[in-house]
């Protein structure tokens, strides 16, 4: 970790609210006095958004090798021209997905090796970690009429319930691996009440 600046994440399901819930966290820390920068991955530069064009692409066909390599393409370039940058500079980042979805997503459900997964997280991010990690959760059938809702049909959407239920059980592997750092909210509350626990966390977290 940097030593000026905090960095938060937030994870979780397709669906689960982190958009909405990303975007009052940051106007609360704002109120609290934090210089706040608000990303996503993949994403947060030009360079990175068109990546996560491609890899989001419902009619785009990605082998999981390639998949992988091209969400820590994103993250380098978000890493050098976004995120260290903020931390050097002392402000809060605060970032819609980062390596637990990379662990997750190719790692886990793809059947990429983790520790390879890992290793190369680490060379992208260049060994930045988040300090707290929220986990919005809630079990992926709850959330099918939401994502409805939403009218998202990126290509993870289209992977099906199957998929999302073992998204769901790879960032739930992740969070009793990390307990100190990833810590879980029931989704399935209204925006109010998930938003007052993750300001619980926030608090207890000395934020």
Known sequence: MMDKGHFITMEGVDGSGKTTQLQL??????DCGYDVVTTREPGGTGMAERIRDLVLDADAAVNPR???LLYLAARAEHVETVIK???QAGKLVLCDRFADSTMVYQGFVRGILP???AELCDFAAE????E?????DA?????????TVRGVNDRFEQEGLDFQKKVRDGFLMLASREPARIKRVNALQNVEAVQADIRKLLHEAGF
């Open 115 to 117: 520790e390879k997964v």
């Open 132 to 136: 707290l990690t929220i986990m919005l």
């Open 127 to 130: 060994g930045i970690t988040p």
């Open 139 to 147: 079990a992926p059938e709850a959330l099918l009429q939401r994502r």
């Open 66 to 68: 390639a998949e992988v």
């Open 25 to 30: 966290t940051a106007r609360y820390l704002l």
């Open 85 to 87: 940058p903020a931390l």
